[in-house]
T-cell receptor, first 114, second 114 residues
Framework: EAGVAQSPRYKIIEKRQSVAFWCNPI?????LYWYQQILGQGPKLLIQ????????DSQLPKDRFSAERLKGVDSTLKIQPAKLEDSAVYLC????????????FGPGTRLTVT | AQSVTQLDSQVPVFEEAPVELRCNYS??????LFWYVQYPNQGLQLLLK??????LVKGINGFEAEFNKSQTSFHLRKPSVHISDTAEYFC????????????FGSGTKLNVKP
């Protein structure tokens, strides 16, 4: 089966600009996650969707970050305006139903804010 | 909530030597435990998981981990490493009641030297 797809793979922007990331999960996976991975740290959950509804966005900086998952399939994560500290890898993951609790990760988008 | 501590940020080891990567977790509830591997410029890939049953779990690429409830640990081991095992390894925990949300450790970089 095809894996989790993300684009772009790399993005360089200046601070205060806007950027959007796209994720296509594994077909049939109802749960989708966006993580932020800062260099030298483990992934930190930003937002979790179940189908097209938000389950957890407690760590999403809502003043600048937004995410949506239209029709319960693809998802986009947007940052507007970007700050220097947003430089990180943004990982998308998806999960199917039980009994598998495994999350499948995409290759990530490396964002550099200058 | 849960948390994960990976005590070693970097572990250098010679090829064909054994290795242990340490992981301790904190949780007030029963948990599921996971180890993921991340190769450069790639997403995370599941190595193994503990859901229930035998406390010794075997994964891909010859890795295994042992769940120790009394010590709240889930250390990863391999009896003989290869150059190709050079990567970053992440331990993750998820509460059983809310298994959707993963908490990741800060990672351990395994550097296998010839």
């Amino acid at each position: 089966e095809a894996g989790v797809a993300q684009s772009p793979r790399y993005k360089i922007i200046e601070k205060r600009q806007s950027v959007a990331f796209w994720c296509n999960p594994i077909s049939g996976h109802a749960t989708l996650y966006w993580y932020q991975q800062i260099l030298g740290q483990g992934p930190k959950l930003l937002i979790q969707f179940q189908n097209n509804g938000v389950v957890d966005d407690s760590q999403l900086p809502k003043d600048r970050f937004s995410a949506e998952r239209l029709k319960g399939v693809d998802s986009t994560l947007k940052i507007q305006p970007a700050k220097l500290e947003d430089s990180a890898v943004y990982l998308c993951a998806s999960r199917g139903g039980t009994p598998s609790y495994e999350q499948y990760f995409g290759p990530g988008t490396r964002l550099t804010v200058t | 909530a849960q948390s994960v501590t990976q005590l070693d940020s970097q572990v250098p080891v010679f090829e064909e030597a054994p290795v242990e990567l340490r992981c301790n977790y904190s949780s007030s509830v029963s948990v599921y435990l996971f180890w993921y591997v991340q190769y450069p410029n790639q997403g995370l890939q599941l190595l193994l998981k503990y859901l229930s049953g035998s406390t010794l779990v075997k994964g891909i690429n010859g890795f295994e981990a042992e769940f120790n409830k009394s010590q709240t640990s889930f250390h990863l081991r391999k009896p003989s490493v290869h150059i190709s095992d050079t990567a970053e390894y992440f331990c993750a925990v998820s509460g059983r009641a809310n298994f959707n949300k993963f908490y990741f450790g800060s990672g351990t970089k395994l550097n296998v030297k010839p």
